[in-house]
Each structure stands twice: as C-alpha cells, then as structure tokens.
C-alpha cells in the first residue's frame, strides 16, 4: 500500500523495514496513517457544484471576482482554458469569506478616516496656498472661472 511494497506482495503481507520485525505490518512501521489523496476539481461545473451554487454565468462571474477579491485558491488559466483547484481548499476559502469580506471593510473605512484626518490637519503657507503635511502636499490654486492658473 505505502510506496508500493504492499502492492506487490499483495494485500495482509508485512514488511521487513530498516532490519525491524517482518511481522509488523507495514502502516505500523511507516508511523502515521495512510496519506489521504487530495481532491482536485478542473471544472466550473465542479467548482460550483461543490460549492452548493447554480452552473449559470453570474455564479461563475461572481466566484471569479471574489477569487480575485479575496486571494483565492482558483488558479485561472488563460482565456479558454478551465479553472483548477484542490477541494478542501476551496471550501476552506469559501467558509471565511465573510470574514475576510468584514476585514476588508473595516481596512478600507480605517484608510477613509486616515486620509480625512490627513486632509482636516492643514495650514496657510504664504498668501494663497494652502499646505498638507500629512500628505506632503499642497492645494492646487484654480481660477475663479475653474480654469487652472498658468505659471
């Protein structure tokens, strides 16, 4: 079973390994457990249907822009090719979604209130601009009709 051993002696038959006792069975010897075979899944159909959705259009757009959004683990092939993933990752990724979604709102309403406060903190530089430290900038003058000023 392990490494083949087992499949050419045949099933019930132990293995004798580094010198040890030929009677051990052979998973006893290798240590752990049989290693599981990983799922892979070369389809949208595949995709969606392990994900619980319909095989339409939409459901195929929506889960390749949150595969883009939120680092998925699809890896999309070029234009015309079928999409590639190892199951239990999929599904791993697809129960914290919202999670991740949560995160990504509260990181982009922390940035809103960084650059707002950075844009309130400024200060009169000379007679007509108006300078942003936070920023290490300065407001841009403009003509009264809207037009930028030529210098």
């Not at 052979?26 to 457990?33: C, F, K």
């Not at 259009?57 to 595969?67: H, K, L, T």
């Not at 844009?119 to 009264?144: H, M, W």
Request: charged fraction near 35%; avoid cysteine.
């Amino acid at each position: 079973m392990r490494y083949g051993v087992e499949h050419a002696r045949g099933r019930g038959h132990t293995a004798k390994a580094g010198g040890g006792d030929p009677g051990i069975p052979l998973e006893t010897v290798a240590g752990n457990e049989p290693p599981r075979l990983k799922r892979y899944l070369f389809s949208w159909r595949e995709i969606l249907a392990e994900l619980g959705v319909p095989n339409i259009r939409e459901w195929r757009n929506r889960v390749r822009r949150a595969n883009k959004q939120f680092e998925g683990p699809i890896s999309l092939p070029p234009k015309g090719g079928q999409p590639f993933v190892e199951r239990n990752g999929l599904i791993e990724w697809w129960n914290e979604l919202k999670e991740k979604h949560e995160k990504q709102l509260q990181e982009s309403e922390r940035q809103r209130k960084e650059e707002q406060a950075n844009l309130e903190a400024r200060y009169q530089y000379g007679r007509d601009a108006v300078v942003f430290p936070g920023i290490s900038g300065s407001e841009k003058r403009r003509r009264k009709d809207g037009k930028a000023w030529r210098s």
